[in-house]
């Protein structure tokens, strides 16, 4: 493999991300954040001559590359809004690069733009909605106090159950119509997630003026997500959970009624850990909906004619931040061997056009390859692996076949070793984008496999539902079931297999090599939790009520979350490398400097870096030059096989 590029961990240092891509209705102009260097630059680009590029420094609110919210671009093109980092809302004059405040802060987390410009509305202090003239000239008008009226859409669950009355706890994904004057959201209360509880709010200020109510309109004992109008400001779409998939519907405001718009067992968006998702949108006459499909964890670009309800694939990969234009599309594209990248699509003839791209040159001759995929059937041929004291309640999980992904190259041999990584979440999916880590560790010889053990998105409500109270027993039992199934197929390994996760991900992979015993030969673990009780009581507010379902309630359930915490003395006799950061606001670094501290009194073989100021993910290009050095040399320590060879 002589023409394979070998990349060095000042490559994975030095990165860029792409995320909240926006363009003008007529489709000429675009705009996105891109972070680099620690700095973060709004771009804006002339798509009919696409060397006219202006990029502005400025101080934006971070968003996800497959999250957003924080800008809005006029119809125009000409005219940027955005979220600022200390919580504000800014305009900017694009051609001249001239900034004027709209609100000085703090609190605003999410914007949405009324199509006249004249309103933004905004998510703030995370748990109500605010309106704000686009003048500057008036204070923000609170609108989420009103009292609330359960009615739901005709076509919906007539008795939804769960109902949040008052004020609720968080608002996502606020929704304004083209004139400003509708307004609709996405809220729920604790200890519910997002993703289990929650539901619509619908809140009309030209007809209930003095008497203002807020329609709960969908929602209940169901997940909903993404309200968003139509260009005419006559219908809404947004996804909900009924029937036991999360799929797009459509909504017709003025007949109070809803529809399933694509009845199939796929699901069209995943759990929102954050603001602005888009994973579909309209057309901007309103006739068509661009939305994604996630099939299997891979991703599917589709348009839903409203009129016919014909489906016509668009493009294959996972495109997030969807949005479009009279004549084009635009989104973050992301794919197993597709580095991410901004692209445009013209919606008459489908012709792809890449706008700008994440990752160096080097990054399109590294290691790629797409997965095998396969379900594993529910198998115990590995349980002789589980320490005596876990073998009775590892018996009685219920049997579930698994999910999983095996990314192996074609140069590799029968003895390739394994990477085996647990997705963090846990209420999240391994999904088939592009994965940095995943490249380092076939780089360095090892094949990849991902799996959605229960309790992952994707595959519908009954098997997201199915860790509830198992967190830190379920997905071991459905990690041996997926090894179970590849060993016995010559795949994998025993032997030679390194368990490996971050966060929630960290956690499980250290859990995993606490209840068994010569099953791995190496596990690494990035800001892993390690005492579930105590992560409970200092993590931040969206997660402080998550383990309800994950483990149980506390006090109730305290004796279970002990059992399930990690104990340093547990751990099998194999290398370690752990990782955090001292300023992480989810996973308190203590008590993992406290673990490592016993883990080594107790004599196991660990190495531990601390990168002072990151979070819960690292982003200096000195942590990630040590990060991903770190890999290359632990993974080459510990099994040493044929080396995938590059420049």
Known sequence: MSNVTRLSPNDFSHLTSLADPQISLDGRYATYLKKANGKSSVIWVDLEDPSDVASREVAVRPAHPFGGGVTQLSGDGQTLYFATLSGGITRMDLVSGRTSDIYNGPGVSQISLSLDQSRIGAVVFGDRVALFDTSGGSEPYVVSEYPRELRPFSGMPATPGYFVFGRPDYVFDVSLSPTGKQVIWHEWALPNMAWQRSQIAYLDLDTKVGDSLIDICAGGD????????????????????????????????????????????????????????????????????????????????????????????????????????????????????????????????????????????????????????????????????????????????????????????????????????????????????????NVAFLQAGYQVLTFDYRGSTGWGKSFREALDSGFGLFEIVDLLTVLSDLVCRDLVNLGSIVVNGGSSGGYSALRSICMTKGLFCGAIAVYPLVDLAESVAATHRFESRYFDSLVGSLPNKVNLYRQRSLRAGELDAIPLLLMHGDSDPVVDHRQVVRFVEEAQVCGKQIKFMLFPGEGHGFTSADSLFAEFGAYEEFLGQIYKPGDVQGS
């Open 222 to 437: 169901y997940f909903v997500s993404q309200p968003r109008f139509s260009p005419d400001g006559d219908r809404m779409a947004f996804l909900a959970e009924v029937s036991g998939f999360l799929r797009l519907w459509t909504a017709d405001i003025t007949h109070w009624s809803a529809e399933l718009a694509v009845d199939e067992k796929f699901e069209h968006g995943g759990a929102p850990w954050g603001n602005g998702n888009r994973t579909f949108d309209f057309s901007t006459d309103g006739k068509r909906i661009y939305f994604s499909r996630n099939e299997a964890g891979h991703g599917r670009l589709l348009e839903l004619n409203l009129e016919t309800s014909r489906v016509s694939e668009l493009a294959k990969a996972h495109h997030f931040g969807i949005k479009s234009s009279n004549s084009s599309l635009i989104a973050v594209r992301s794919g197993a061997k597709t580095p991410n990248v901004i692209v445009s699509y013209d919606l008459e003839n489908g012709k792809r056009f890449e706008i700008d791209r994440a990752y160096g040159e080097r990054f399109y001759s590294a290691v790629s390859t797409e997965p095998i995929l396969g379900i594993a059937p529910y198998s115990t041929s590995l349980h002789g692996y589980v320490k005596p004291q876990f073998k009775d309640e590892i018996a009685r999980v219920e049997p579930l076949g698994i999910p999983y992904r095996l990314f192996r190259l074609d140069a590799f041999g029968a003895d390739a070793p394994t990477v085996v990584t647990f997705h963090g979440g846990p209420t999240d999916q391994a999904l088939v984008t592009y994965s940095i880590r």
